[in-house]
C-alpha cells in the first residue's frame, strides 16, 4: 500500500473488506461480500470505496474533524473561544491522512481500494476489462473527489506513487506531487471520465452488477456524467483566480453546450434533492446520529455570523430547519428563548460559556437526532452558485436568475433533510411554492445589487451558508478561495496559533517516516498558501 506516513500499510483485500463494523451486516445481505471469496473482485472493492465514513456525516468525523477544525475556520458551526481554539489537534489530523490512505474504522481507505482496482483490473483479459471499465471510471471519480479534499488541505500530497504495495507489490516511498500538477491530472482524469459516461452502455449483466453495487448513485450512468462534469467545474472554478484564461475557456464551454456537458440539474425540469443531488445515504441499519459529536465540544450554538448577518436579516425560509431557538429550564419548566440568537464570537470563551442556554442551536431534527442525514458529496444548489459566479464574471447566461434559483435549491434541499427524520413527530411542511416565491422574487433578487465583486460577494456568502458545515472542507477552500463572507476571528492569546489557519500541517508521522517529507518542509507552515489561494 503506502511506507507509513506514507508509512507502510500492508493492507489486504481481506483486511480491506473487514472493516466496516455495524455497516458489515447491510452489506452482506445487499452486495457481494470479500470475506466470503476466494478472491475478491474490482466490484467489491468499489463498493468499498463508496462506503466512506469520511464523507457521511458521521460521528468522528464530525467530533474530531469538522467540530475541532474545519467547521471552525470557516464558522459553519459555533465554537468556544479558548486559547488553543485554532491549534491544530496532531491525533485527529493524522486520522484523516491515515484514513485517505488506508482502510480503517473511520474511512474507506479510496487510494487503498483504488489501487487493489488497478492490480485487477490489469490482470483481466482485453474483453474482460472492456466489461469493467464502468467501475474503473466511476471508481476514478471518487478518487479524484477525495483527492482534490487533501490537496485543498494541505497542498502537496503523495498521490502518484502512493499505494504502490497495494498495486506492485513493492514499498515505496512515495515522492509529493506538486498540488497544482494534482490538479491538472484531476480536470483531465474528469473530462476522460465523463466522456467516458457520455457514451458508456455496458452489457446488461455488467449495468446489474453496477446498480448493485454502486451505493451511491444506484448504476445512474447518466447522473455519473454529470457528476464528474460537476466536480470538473468545481476545480475550474477553484483555479479560476490563479489560471483565469483557462478556467475561463474551459467553462464557458461546458456552460454553452449542456447537451455535451450535462452538470447537476441541468436535465430536470423540477428539483428533487433525492434524485438530484450527489448523497451518500447512511445503510438501512445505521441508527446513530450527531447529537454526540456537537455535546463534546460545545459546537452546537448557532454561528453568529450566518444567523445574524445572513440569515435573520432577510427573515430567511431556512432558519427553523437550521436552529431551534433553545432556551433554559426553570423550576421544572423549559422555556424557550423569544428570538434565534447567534453566539458572538467577539468574546472570550469564559464569557461565551456563561451564556450558553441564550443561544440558539443546530436544529434537533434536521441536523442532532437525525439518522438519516446522507453525506453530502455535490448538490444542483452548489453547481447553481458556481454558474452564477461564472456567468458574473464572464458573461454567457443571466448570472441573477441562476444565483436566485440556487438559493431557492437551498432551501428545498435543508427542508428535504429535515423531512428525512421520519422519527421525530415535529417535521416542517417545506414552504409553499408562493411562499418561496415571495422570498426569492422580493428579498433574495432585490439584494443582488451593486458592482460585480458586490454581486460575486453575495454569490459566494450563499455558497457558504448552503455548504454549511456537512460540506465543511468545501466551504473552507471556497472561503480561502474568494474572501467571502468576511468573517471576524476572536484573536487567540496562544503564540503563532491566534487566528486560523490557511493549510492543514503533514502529520508527524509523516515527517518522521517518509523521508521524501524533506521536499515540502520548506512550505509545511500553517500559513503556506494553497496554490489556487492567491489573495
Known amino acids: 500500500m503506502r511506507v507509513r506516513g506514507s508509512r507502510v500499510y500492508i493492507v489486504s483485500l481481506l483486511i480491506a473488506a473487514t472493516i466496516m463494523n455495524a455497516c458489515r451486516h447491510e452489506l452482506d445481505e445487499r452486495y457481494l461480500n470479500p470475506d466470503r471469496t476466494s478472491h475478491a473482485t474490482i466490484d467489491q472493492f468499489f463498493t468499498e470505496m463508496l462506503n466512506n465514513n469520511r464523507v457521511r456525516p458521521s460521528y468522528w468525523e464530525v467530533s474530531t474533524f469538522i467540530n475541532w477544525h474545519i467547521g471552525i475556520y470557516t464558522q459553519s458551526v459555533g465554537y468556544l473561544n479558548t486559547e488553543s481554539v485554532y491549534q491544530q489537534n496532531e491525533a485527529y489530523i493524522s486520522n484523516y491522512w491515515d484514513d485517505f490512505y488506508r482502510p480503517g474504522p473511520n474511512g474507506s481507505g479510496v487510494m487503498a481500494q483504488y489501487r487493489e482496482i488497478e492490480k485487477e483490473y490489469a490482470a483481466l483479459s482485453a474483453d474482460e476489462q472492456k466489461e469493467m471499465e464502468i467501475f474503473v471510471q466511476a471508481a476514478r471519480v471518487v478518487l479524484y473527489e477525495e483527492t482534490i479534499k487533501m490537496v485543498d488541505l494541505w497542498g502537496d500530497i503523495p498521490f502518484s506513487e502512493a499505494g504502490m504495495l497495494n498495486k506492485k507489490g513493492e514499498v515505496i516511498y512515495p515522492v509529493y506531487d506538486n498540488s497544482k500538477d494534482v490538479y491538472d491530472a484531476m480536470l483531465s482524469g474528469l473530462q476522460d471520465a465523463a466522456e467516458y459516461f457520455s457514451t458508456a452502455t455496458p452489457s446488461t449483466l455488467t449495468q446489474s452488477l453496477f446498480s448493485r453495487q454502486d451505493i451511491l448513485l444506484t448504476g445512474n450512468i447518466r447522473q455519473w456524467q454529470r457528476y464528474a462534469n460537476s466536480l470538473r467545474l468545481r476545480l475550474l472554478m477553484r483555479i479560476s483566480f490563479m489560471d483565469e484564461a483557462r478556467a ?203 458592482t460585480t465583486d458586490e454581486k460575486l460577494a453575495a454569490i459566494a456568502t450563499q455558497k457558504w451558508l448552503h455548504l454549511g458545515f456537512m460540506q465543511a472542507i468545501e466551504s473552507w477552500a471556497e472561503l480561502r478561495r474568494t474572501g467571502y463572507p468576511q468573517l471576524y476571528f476572536y484573536p487567540s492569546q496562544l503564540a503563532g496559533y491566534e487566528l486560523p489557519p490557511l493549510r492543514l500541517l503533514y502529520p508527524a508521522s509523516e515527517k518522521t517516516f517518509n523521508s521524501n517529507y524533506a521536499s515540502v518542509a520548506a512550505k509545511d507552515f500553517r500559513n503556506s498558501k494553497i496554490f489556487w489561494d492567491i489573495h
Open 248 to 450: 475561463k475557456q474551459e467553462v464557458q464551454m461546458m456552460l454553452s453546450d449542456p447537451s455535451a456537458y450535462p452538470l447537476l440539474g441541468d436535465d430536470n425540469a423540477s428539483y428533487s434533492p433525492a434524485e438530484d443531488d450527489i448523497l451518500l445515504q447512511p445503510l438501512t441499519n445505521y441508527t446513530d446520529d450527531l447529537h454526540g459529536a456537537f455535546s463534546d465540544w460545545t459546537n452546537y450554538p448557532a454561528p453568529y455570523y450566518m444567523l445574524e448577518h445572513v440569515l435573520k436579516p432577510v427573515n430567511d425560509l431556512r432558519i427553523p430547519v437550521l436552529f431551534d431557538k433553545y432556551g433554559q429550564t426553570m423550576n421544572g419548566t423549559f422555556i424557550p428563548n423569544a428570538e434565534y440568537n447567534g453566539m458572538p464570537v467577539n468574546e472570550s470563551g469564559t464569557a461565551q460559556q456563561l451564556s450558553l442556554e441564550d443561544y440558539a442551536i443546530l436544529d434537533s431534527v434536521t441536523f442532532l437526532y437525525n439518522s438519516k442525514l446522507p453525506g453530502v458529496v455535490m448538490t444542483v444548489s452548489e453547481v447553481g452558485f458556481l454558474k452564477a459566479e461564472a456567468y458574473e464574471r464572464w458573461g454567457g447566461g443571466d448570472a441573477q436568475k441562476v444565483y436566485a434559483q440556487a438559493v431557492e435549491n437551498s432551501v428545498d434541499f435543508y427542508y428535504y433533510l429535515n423531512n428525512l427524520n421520519q422519527a421525530s413527530g415535529k417535521l416542517l411542511a417545506p414552504p409553499a411554492e408562493p411562499v418561496k416565491e415571495a422570498f426569492i422574487n422580493f428579498v433574495i433578487i432585490p439584494k443582488y445589487t451593486g
